[in-house]
C-alpha cells in the first residue's frame, strides 16, 4: 500500500439494494475494479478498507462509485 495515497469513498452497490461504503487506497480500488472484469460468477475478492478487510462477491455487485475529489473553498 502506498504511505502517499490518501483513502477515498467508494460506495459498492448490491443487488438487493443494499450498499457498503468503504474508504479504500488507490490499490484495493484498482483490485476491486480488476476482479469486476473478470469472468464467472462467483467471485470473491477480499479488499482491505482503512479500518477493516472485507470479502465481497463480485457476481452480486451491481455498482461502484468512487468519490471525486475536487478543490475545496472555504473552511474544512
Known sequence: MEASSKPRRVEIGF?????????LHEDAYKQLREGMGGEGSGRLVEI?????????????????????????????
Open 15 to 23: 443487488a438487493g439494494g443494499l450498499t457498503l461504503t468503504l474508504r
Open 48 to 76: 482491505e478498507s482503512e479500518d477493516s478487510r472485507v470479502q465481497i462477491d463480485l457476481a452480486q455487485v451491481v455498482y461502484v462509485r468512487l468519490e471525486i475529489e475536487r478543490g475545496k473553498i472555504g473552511f474544512y
